[in-house]
């Protein structure tokens, strides 16, 4: 890791998402030492092969992106001219093709590097990310891992003979971004005649889980990594979250919506005023004891007809909220939060990346019909993924003292509505760092967790999500001011609070507008 001092102009930095942003202090701006966009000598990474080096200069200004399965990114103005430079890797006689991007701003580079990870089945995005980080002075980098860019595909996993692709998902799992980390310092330093001063990775639940998984094994890629939603115990979620419609089909009783969005509202009804305030938001679901059972007998109205709500309901959202459970009644993982949408893991067939998950990777049959996994079926599928999949997927190891020694520092934050990757992986993991490593205090010192109330995954929900972690970050690592809270909006920014730094919890200070971070402090229960 490098603590060179930067020789280079104030710029505003962002997250993957359009937020509100903050600037740091710097002296003067690099510019690019090449007058044109060309390939640069690349050096292989260990047990890698360059097939190409390509360079495609950028014109900037205003970039539109295509929409994707989760969202449709806003047009990004003001963007400097770049020069994008692709790199091709492969591995052997494995006959892959990995290409990481590497985009360079042709003035305006403070001297950063931003490393930008991807969405479920995706391991990079080569769009709105990539050149939000140009706009905001870094070099960007991503990669696509040699697998496709689609989000929910997963037959790239599986060989032509029906066996997992070795290659591939190690290149997924782990390897590429990696790879993708020293590609882009190499092409960085080559392009603008000065080496990286600061690295830094940014990424939400795929890119969540990347950004852990570098800090485990590759502690000196990045001096801070922003990993949010993680899915760090990728082998125990992504079966975990298929729980909700095994359920359902095996208790042969479908909720309809209405009735599912009833459930929710009693929750948030019950534990709203933990924090010592109704808003519409439970704080902490996992402390939430509401009964479902409670709301038996009740009368809930579905467009245009009446429905009463049966034991036989209640029973279906005890078991989905209480979560995965062996054939014998043992827990084994988290379950949807009290106060989040029912809504994106009951719909049939059930949340995607799961079902692709069982699909591909556990039953190698892509026409594998989940909607039929019987409760031992369940933990069976359970079992396997983890035992086949958590060396190398896992991203959960919790020693992360290699890290520390390295000078690294990570933030996460995740959404206490989060349906998709339900935060209870990510607070478990937490303690699981805090017991190997020394206690909440000392694991402060390096890795900080914020819970936000009523965020969903990534964004979104009735809560504020941060509008500047990364900011935040750099500060961390280049200032040593570590972050007592993480300022948050909503959407619209009619909602503002400040996310308070694990175990620590936000409390309601008993006057002013609930809807106003200064009415709020954080507080140790």
Known sequence: ??????????????????????????????????????????????????????????????????????????????????????????????????????????????????????????????????????????????????????????????????????????????????????????????????????????????????????????????????????????????????????????????????VFTAFQQAAIKACDGRDGVTNGIVDRPDECGYDPRSLIGTKVRCGDREVTVTAADAEVVRKIWAGPADEHGRRLWAGLPKGADFGPVTNAPGFPVAVGWVQTFLEKQPGFDTEKITYRQFADLFRQSVREYDDVIGASDPDLSAFRRAGGKLISFVGSDDQLIPPGGTLQYRREVEREMGGPKRVNDFYRLFLAPGVAHCSGGAGAAPTNALGALVDWVERGKAPSTLSAANGDKTLTRDLCPYPQVSRYRGHGDPAVATSYRCTGH
């Open 1 to 258: 890791m490098r603590r060179k001092k930067l020789f280079l102009a104030a710029a505003p930095l962002a997250a993957l998402l359009p937020l509100v942003l903050t600037s740091v202090t710097q002296t003067a701006p690099a510019e690019a030492a090449a007058t044109s966009c060309a390939a640069v000598p690349v050096s292989a990474p260990d047990g890698a092969r360059i097939e190409s080096v390509r360079a495609e200069p950028k014109p900037g200004g205003t970039v539109t992106f295509p929409p994707t399965p989760f969202s449709a990114p806003a047009a990004i103005t003001d963007v400097p001219a770049y020069c994008e430079i692709t790199v091709t890797l492969t591995h052997g006689t494995a006959g892959d093709h990995v290409k990481v991007a590497v985009a360079l701003p042709r003035t305006g580079w403070t001297g950063r590097l931003q490393a930008v990870g991807g969405s479920a089945y995706t391991a990079g995005d080569f769009g709105a990310p990539l050149v939000q980080a140009v706009k905001d002075g870094y070099s960007g980098v991503t990669t696509d891992a040699g697998v496709p860019l689609t989000f929910l595909d997963t037959s790239w996993a599986l060989t032509p003979q029906g066996q997992i692709d070795k290659t591939l998902v190690t290149n997924f799992a782990t390897r590429s971004v990696h790879e993708a980390a020293l590609v882009g310092k190499d092409v960085t330093q080559k392009f603008y005649q000065r080496e990286v001063a600061y690295s830094y990775w940014n990424g939400c639940s795929t890119g969540g889980r990347q950004g852990y998984s570098e800090a485990q094994r590759y502690p000196g890629d990045f001096d801070g990594v922003l990993a949010n939603a993680p899915a760090v115990h990728w082998a125990e979620f992504a079966v975990a979250t298929l729980w909700p419609r095994v359920v359902m089909n095996q208790e042969k009783t479908f909720p309809a919506a209405c």
